[in-house]
């Protein structure tokens, strides 16, 4: 049995609505079992995914490969066009930063 999972994989399921309110869920699990010291997560999934503000928030006490340390915020999507999606994220996030500080 093998464990790997294709990018043509994941393109195929990100093209599928269920998609967008499952990601989340799986970023979440991703982080639990990688993180160190995580002090807060919180990855809204299912029907919580329309809400605004940032699609996950990570507070941990030592990073790694996949995640900063202390706290971040994270923007999901599910889009095709990436670089796009990308770059309206980090205009309108860094235009309105809510009450996260940018670095």
């Known amino acids: 049995m093998s464990l790997f999972v294709s990018a043509e994989t994941l393109r195929i399921w990100a ?3 269920e998609a967008r309110s499952v990601l989340p869920h799986l970023v979440r699990r ?3 079992a990688t993180g160190i010291g995580i ?5 809204p999934a ?3 995914v329309q809400r605004p503000g940032f699609d996950g928030l990570v507070s941990c006490t030592a ?3 996949w995640l900063p340390s202390g ?3 994270w923007e999901l ?3 095709d066009g990436v670089r796009g999606k990308a770059q309206g994220d980090f205009d309108k996030r860094t235009t309105n930063p809510e009450t ?3 670095k």
């Open 15 to 17: 093209e599928k609505l």
């Open 30 to 32: 991703l982080v639990q």
């Open 39 to 43: 002090t807060e997560l919180n990855f």
């Open 46 to 48: 299912y029907e919580s």
């Open 63 to 65: 990073g790694n490969a």
């Open 71 to 73: 706290r971040s915020v």
């Open 77 to 79: 999507s599910t889009e």
């Open 100 to 102: 996260k500080i940018p």
